[in-house]
């Protein structure tokens, strides 16, 4: 896990550095708060699960290892709704 937790930091890190980020509070938390959802369903898990909204307009998300989860804001603006944002992130 420790190994796994570290990859997905790491990760996180570059991305936050290299990839258009959307900071609009609002959205994000959205985001977050739709994750936070899913994770609580999981149990007790080894890590923080860290959710991210990339100011792209494809339809997209991705997971990287130790819980981080990005999804593209054109993914975000055009799902019809919450439950179907949640079955990607969920995904």
Request: proline content about 3%; hydrophobic content about 45%; cysteine-free.
């Amino acid at each position: 896990m420790a190994e796994e937790k570290k990859l997905g930091e790491e990760f996180r890190d570059e991305a936050l550095a290299h990839l258009p980020m959307v900071h609009d509070h609002e959205l994000t938390m959205y985001l977050r708060r739709l994750g936070d959802r899913l994770v609580a369903t999981l149990g007790k898990q080894p890590f923080d699960y860290e959710f991210f909204v990339v100011n792209q307009n494809d339809i997209n998300a991705f997971a990287v290892p130790g819980g981080k989860l990005f999804a593209n804001a054109g993914l975000i603006a055009r799902v019809d709704s919450e439950d179907a944002l949640a079955g990607v992130v969920g995904h």
